[in-house]
C-alpha cells in the first residue's frame, strides 16, 4: 500500500485525540484506507484516506500512536506499507523519488487482526 504520510499523519492525530491508548481499526479495500476508533464514552471517528492498494481487502488493528512515532521517524512525503499476510506486521518504507527507500525498515505490531 502506498499512502501520502501527511494525509495519514493527521487522520491518526484525530484519532489520538478521541483516545491514544486504544485500538485502531484499519482497514484497506480497493484505493481506500478506513481507520476506525471508538471509545464508548466519547463516540466513534472515522476517517477515510486515498491509497494505492491492488490487494485482497484486509482488516487489522493496530495502535494509532505506534503509527504516528513511525511516521514522525519517516520524513518523507509518502510511505509504502507490506503486508505479507493477515497475521503478520506490516513492513513500512520511506518512499522517495518513486521508490522504496529500502535503507530503512520499520515495523509496527498490530493487536489483532480480523
Known amino acids: 500500500m502506498l499512502i501520502d504520510c501527511e494525509a495519514l499523519s493527521h487522520a491518526l ?3 489520538v485525540a478521541i483516545d491514544s491508548g486504544l485500538r485502531s481499526t484499519l482497514a484497506i479495500d480497493g484505493g481506500k484506507l478506513t481507520l476506525t476508533l471508538v471509545n464508548h464514552e ?3 471517528v472515522e476517517e477515510d484516506i486515498e491509497v ?3 490487494g485482497e481487502p484486509l482488516k487489522l488493528m493496530m495502535r494509532a500512536k505506534s503509527l504516528l512515532s513511525i511516521l514522525d521517524a519517516l520524513d ?3 510511505c509504502s506499507f507490506k503486508f ?3 497475521s503478520t506486521a506490516p513492513v513500512i518504507h520511506p518512499w522517495r523519488g518513486g521508490v522504496a527507500d529500502l535503507g530503512r525498515t520499520y515495523l509496527t505490531m498490530p493487536v489483532g487482526f480480523k
Open 42 to 44: 466519547v463516540g466513534e
Open 13 to 15: 492525530m484525530r484519532l
Open 76 to 78: 518523507c512525503d509518502q
Open 52 to 54: 494505492e492498494w491492488n
Open 84 to 86: 505479507k499476510d493477515g
